[in-house]
């Protein structure tokens, strides 16, 4: 749900590696289409198959697993790193911590004097950054092909020997750059505040996904030289990692500095188990409302749903695009295309690995009041989980999944991200042939059955209004 | 380097390459045989082997009768093809009361068609799987399509339609008006969204069309009408000044036969070329803050007048604002970050456009560092006056030389390569000497480039930020006057 990165590029605030972008297929004549009067539109698409990704994957004796894919299309290589640690796994009077240490991974390590970890990388033209998320945390960099042993060495040492070379001095500076990190993406953005306002209303207190990945002011304040060493020592070892190298390299060579640089790590200790909260669900409709500094109000709706790649995952995906993406979705089509009552809609299941949410964000116009929106918002709903979805709507989001698919297979770097995903939420790497038919198999009588299981619960919802406004919340009618 | 990446049609394929090698490349040795490697020393990171070759295609280029060029690469990897029609007219050609209607124009290419309307575009897409939009920039406006090749006859047919008969519905463009209107209010949410507004109309004035926000104003989009964006795409939607880049899983031959048959007849038209006078010189070095009360940070954006994208200097520029605020390890992000953490990101760029677009430096500030950090940007502004020592310049230039490939990993990142070419009409063979090029920047053409283009006696500094906290340490700080600007950069008394 929050991603939050090192630096600036290649960051997806707010989406998943994994998210909507997985992609279906699909083949067939559609009746709708002739009301088009068109005819540039064939009748039934030619299939456009997701091409499977060719992988190898081993386990070093010290439990470091390692996936391999080639692609020479392009001389350069991604090394991708994912350590299976996240902020989930942050304790209470802690939140934020994750990340934080995500920043001092590259502040050197026993052999990379401070700042050199940039400096070499530079000099051999490579580009590198980091990211947490609740479940996991990435570190990546791509490079020219005849750098892959430089990105080896660094990863290695910051893997095997990064406590010699911390200090406290390093860990106070990327705190405050950090809490800067946090006034760019929150404090000092409109609407900033409402993720984290949603957080803790849906889950229950120390329920891990109950605080933010960028964490809070005071805990991040809290945070001590000693933290860092005990997260370290807990969940940085070779047998929480997986590291994946994908584009212009030889296998065989790669295996060989693989065992040279990571092979001498020793195997950590036993990882602590990881949190197993309870099914979250919210008792009753929750109406909350936040001032900000503001031009217009937002309101936000938030379900608890269901995890990443489980059942409802796929079809929970696919409503969300019925509901909001492209002016035929019905809340798009509804709100700002018919009405123009709306500036935007957006829409979205983000299952992740612990527990899931879908969630609808709509801003009203100037001078419309979240009240109509949320009456609006209501009738939609009910339309779709009362009638379903038509033929055309599901083709529509299955086709335009699909091909966001070959997108996302465009880059080494977004390939081997994707093969981390994979090996870490359902256990091999070799899954974007089967990721893609998930959303081949919804059908829709799916779509209408998770509308009416998960859209019929009760909700969180939170009104963000301009300052002195709190009256204008959405408060209303519930169940 | 001798080859031709972007070569001419008829050079055989792969005949001339990209490589990647240069003077100041890292020792090449051999690669080691695995068997030394197994008792690795930390000491010292691993040598590596010589940079790789960057082999692509060439491009082909063809021309149709009615002057419309194409520029086409092959690439197989996976079945897509990415197509850019850019028609060299941008922000800069709007009317002088006009800010907007570039980019509402073409907003307005997918919203309906002669044969087409704004609901059955969008279903259309969605359906085929295909992204297609368009853009204004400052200097172009481009129609981008992204296919799947199984779908690509039915999407270059929807990709012609709106590009060669929008109909400019008034009720679609009403609410495409309002709808920006309404995104211009919300502009007053964000400081860096004040800060990149006010910082070109202090340095370019609001009588330059650089200097005029590309979104318009809410005076100048309050008054448009609808005639406004199909004028602007009557007058520079023409064949004969524009280009379509091609990039995918397609051949040259198949394209120009496609691309010929939607685009043949369309008709040819006068070209309306449009100039940019830009400033010399600012006058001497000012503040201006924009009172954004409680802001968390300071939005911060010190520069001036650039270079215009044809520059003689364009490779020493590259290598002096890669090393000032151009990568992570650049002198910006390891003082204002690294070094003193009042920031998350500090960076600069040469904005270059086919005239001199701005020099900006740039940061997020946390508040209570804003006086510190001013001193900071000024210092680092005026060292990178001074000799550029060995070691940051050969650094740096390894960087910009051998990153390069990763410019060319997507069908997308192709296309925009070339669409730059296009533009900015560059030679075809640009790449084959951008490593070589650069390779020859010495250090007093970095001295001499950061003399000429960042002069700190002479910038704006536009810094939004909560002006009660903010203000008494920023005149503490004698760096230079301060005056005050409301939102639209306009003096407040």
Redesign the interface.
Known sequence: MLMTSR??SHTTFRTRPISRTA?AIITLA?PA?LA?G?S???LS????SV?RIKVEKYTLPNGLEVILHE?H????VAVNTWYHVGSGDEKVGRTGFAHLFEHLMFMGS???PT?QF???L???????NGSTTEDRTNYYE?L????L??AL??DS?RMG?LLPALDSAKV??????V???R??RV????YGRAEETILSALYPNGHPYSWPVIGSMADLSAASLNDVKNFFRTYYAPNNATLTIAG?FNSD?AK??VE??FG?IPRGPALPPRPQPAVVTVPRDTFMVLQD????PRVYYTWPTVKSFTKDDAPLTVLASVLA????SRLY?KL??DL?VA?DVNAFQNGSRLAGVFQILVTP??GQSPAKIDSLVRTELANVERDGITA?EL???Q??????F??Q????YATGDLLNAYNYFVGTPDYVQQDAARYDAVTRADVQRVARTYLEKPKVVLTVVPEGKASMMVAGVSK | MNNALLSREGVKRGAMALTLTSAVSLAATLAIPSALLAQVDRDKPPVLGPPPQLNLPPVAVRQLPNGLRLMVIERHKLPVADFVLLVPAGATANPANGAGVAGLAAQMLTEGTTTRSALQIADQMAYLGVRLDANSGWDATTVALSTPTAQLDSALALFADVALHPSFPATEFARNKQERLTSLLQIKDRGPAIADRVFPAIVYGTDNPYGRPASGTEQSVGAMTVADPAAFYKAHFIPNSATMVVVGDVTPAEIEKKVGALFGAWAKGTVNPVTVTTPATLPPTAIYLVNKPDAAQSSFRLGGVGVQRATPDYFPLQVMNTALGGSFTSRLNQDLREAKAYTYGASSRFDMRKFAGPFTARAEIVSAKSDSALIDFMQQLRAIRDTMPTAELMKTKRYVELELPSAFETTGDIAQRLADVALYGLPLDYYNHFVDNIDAVTQRDVQRVAQKYIDPAHIAIVIVGDSKTIEAPLRATNVAPVTTRDIQGTPVQ
């Not at chain 1, 299309?73 to 350069?76: C, E, G, K």
Request: hydrophobic letters at 30%; charged letters at 25%.
């Open positions: 630096t600036t992609r559609s289409l088009l068109v540039v539109v064939p698409l030619p299939a456009q091409p692609d299309t392009t001389p350069i026993q052999h990379v700042g940039d400096q070499m530079e000099a051999a033209g490579g580009n590198n791509t020219p092909s005849n750098a042993p430089l060495y660094l040492d020997y106070d500076i990327q705190r405050d750059v809490k800067n990190e006034r760019q404090d000092n953005v409109p212009d060579s060989a500095l040279q640089y001498d500094k503001v031009q217009l993406d492209g002016k035929n089509k700002v295309y123009q500036q116009r100037p055309r083709a529509r989001v086709n335009s999944t699909r091909s966001s070959l997108a297979l465009a880059s080494d």
